[in-house]
Nanobody, 124 residues
Framework: QVQLVESGGGSVQAGGSLRLSCAAS????????MGWFRQAPGKEREGVAR????????YYADSVKGRFTISQDNAKNTLYLQMNSLKPEDTAMYYC?????????????????WGQGTQVTVSS
């Protein structure tokens, strides 16, 4: 089982940037994909971005494409989400997650390990 701890959330104005981090510990082998998800109050959890840990291939939700960048530092067992040009609709609790499913997309059901979340608030 892998433990995930997110950090880097905060409050910014529209157009600003934040970088989220997710530190992984424990049994990290066998996690083929790492992803970022978010959940706003009253809404379902949605996938934001994911990265295949083996080849680094990335996939983004249309709503964040061109603004967010997911990356990983394997030496530090850390996942990142660089968020630029933030919008008020990006306000949510952001979670990182790990999946042992090869080619897992952005379905939350494919991810079995989750962090506790970090809050991102974007004001207009």
């Amino acid at each position: 089982q892998v433990q995930l701890v997110e950090s880097g959330g905060g409050s910014v104005q529209a157009g600003g940037s934040l970088r989220l981090s997710c530190a992984a510990s424990g049994y990290t082998y066998g996690n083929y994909c790492m992803g970022w998800f978010r959940q706003a109050p009253g809404k379902e959890r949605e996938g934001v971005a994911r990265i295949a840990t083996g080849n680094g291939r990335t996939y983004y939700a249309d709503s964040v494409k061109g603004r967010f960048t997911i990356s990983q530092d394997n030496a530090k067992n850390t996942l990142y989400l660089q968020m630029n040009s933030l919008k008020p609709e990006d306000t949510a609790m952001y979670y990182c997650a790990a999946s042992s499913v090869v080619g897992a997309g952005l379905r939350s059901s494919a991810y079995t390990s989750w962090g506790q979340g970090t809050q991102v608030t974007v004001s207009s």
